[in-house]
């Protein structure tokens, strides 16, 4: 292994709820961040499209998918180990939570920014859009940068993490304009 690796290794050792605290951080971010773009991409799409609709379906779109991601971890946790989770599961789970919500933060603020007509809606929803699409970038960049595939099989992963960003984009999108 790498000497990056192993340092990458040592402080996630470090995180409280170790690697699967992470694997669960970075899974609940994406299944945000693609909500969050779903919705943008539905309400950039709507002929009629109003700054306050856009600002709450994105509020409540992401809130929703990190609220059922919460109940998923303690309904799991009560599966598997037979009881409620104790403090530190819950402290693990809402920080997980609050990463789910910090994809609302840029989006929100550009969305919040049009509803006080201080900028185009269609320019926040695009602009929108790109956060949501350099952050889904990013995390996939960034899991296929710390693997240990030769690099042309990197590019070959993440281009396959792309193809597939973009069917799930694509089904998200289908399913909200229904």
Known sequence: ???????????????????????????????????????VLVVASSEHAEADHAFWALILGVVGITAAGFVSDVISHLSVHRTFPGRVDLLIS??????????????GILLLLALLDVMPLEAALRASAVV???????IGWFAVRRS?????????ALAILVALGLLVVGLQTLAHSI
Do not use: C, H
Request: glycine share 8%; aromatic share 10%.
């Open 1 to 39: 292994m790498s000497r990056r690796t192993d340092r990458a290794r040592a402080q996630l050792a470090q995180v409280e709820g170790g690697e699967q605290a992470i694997v669960a951080y970075f899974k609940e971010r994406v299944y945000a961040t693609f909500t969050g773009l779903a919705i």
């Open 94 to 107: 809402t920080r997980i939570a609050g990463g789910a919500l910090g994809t609302l933060l840029t989006p």
């Open 132 to 138: 949501y699409i350099a952050t889904l970038a990013v």
């Open 148 to 156: 240990d595939l030769a690099w042309w099989k990197q590019v070959i």
